[in-house]
């Protein structure tokens, strides 16, 4: 069964921090992962999308990882602000999965502390 | 504004009653999905369309809830004898072929008393 697991569940750090979410996945065959922002009462935006031949994409502060071998990926975000608050999503697709078999995590809920 | 819109954004309704929420995706997007996601849980693929095709229901898709997008442009999602279970943010989102990414609403949030 295709799975995508995140990590942590929630996280509180202080503003201008730095910190890294993870994704463990067990999709297969494997398409690509991407990383989506959900701020609180809208939908989610799409922040990064990684391929089977990339290991690393930047998108201004948030620096994604992919390491195919071992079925994970990372989010970093870099000196963390008020307005990086949001819940982030991991969502792989391959086959299997629901519509163009994307299948979703449960996501990371991040809370910026001034 | 020329992204995905969802309307109501709020609903509250009584169990029993039915409810109806329209999508309006964008506009040269041919592939409409919705979604279900409760709090704190990663959206829950329900359906999606090719232009007015349906193409895919998910088991969690009851015989209560049924979805159209009968000229391939917006569609409407149904919810027949509201159940309180079925309280939750319902999101429609759009793309322009397999593979691209998502374009979300920002849903409408159901509540069901």
């Known amino acids: 069964k295709n799975q995508v697991e995140q990590s942590p569940q929630s996280l509180i750090i202080l503003e201008g921090k730095n910190c890294t979410l993870q994704?463990?996945?067990?999709?297969?065959?494997?398409?690509?992962l991407r990383w989506y922002k959900q701020d609180t009462g809208r939908g989610p935006v799409s922040l990064t999308i990684?391929?089977?031949?990339?290991n690393t994409k930047s998108n201004g502060r948030y620096t994604a990882t992919l390491d195919a071998d071992t079925k994970q990926s990372s989010l970093h975000i870099t000196a963390s602000q008020l307005s990086d608050s949001a819940s982030y999503i991991c969502?792989?697709?391959?086959?299997?999965?629901?519509?163009?078999?994307?299948?979703f995590g449960k996501g990371t809920h991040l809370i910026i502390q001034p | 504004d020329t992204g995905v819109s969802q309307n109501p954004r709020h609903k509250i309704t009584k169990r029993g009653q039915n409810v109806t929420f329209r999508c309006d995706p964008i506009?040269?997007?041919?592939?409409l999905y919705w979604y279900r996601q409760t709090l704190g849980q990663g959206p829950e693929f329900l359906t999606y369309?090719?232009?007015?095709?349906?193409?895919?229901k998910s088991r969690l898709l009851s015989d209560r809830f049924s979805a159209e997008r009968p000229k391939g442009s917006f569609s409407t999602l149904e919810i027949q004898r509201t159940e309180q279970g079925d309280s939750a943010m319902y999101l429609c989102?759009?793309?322009?072929?397999?593979?691209?990414?998502?374009?979300f609403g920002n849903g409408t949030r159901l509540t069901v008393t």
């Open positions: 989102a759009s793309s322009s072929r397999a593979g691209s990414p998502l374009h």
């Open positions: 994704c463990n996945y067990t999709v297969s065959p494997f398409s690509n």
């Open positions: 990684m391929t089977f031949s990339e």
């Open positions: 969502v792989v697709s391959g086959s299997g999965g629901g519509a163009d078999g994307l299948t």
């Open positions: 506009s040269e997007h041919n592939r």
């Open positions: 369309f090719q232009n007015e095709a349906q193409l895919e």
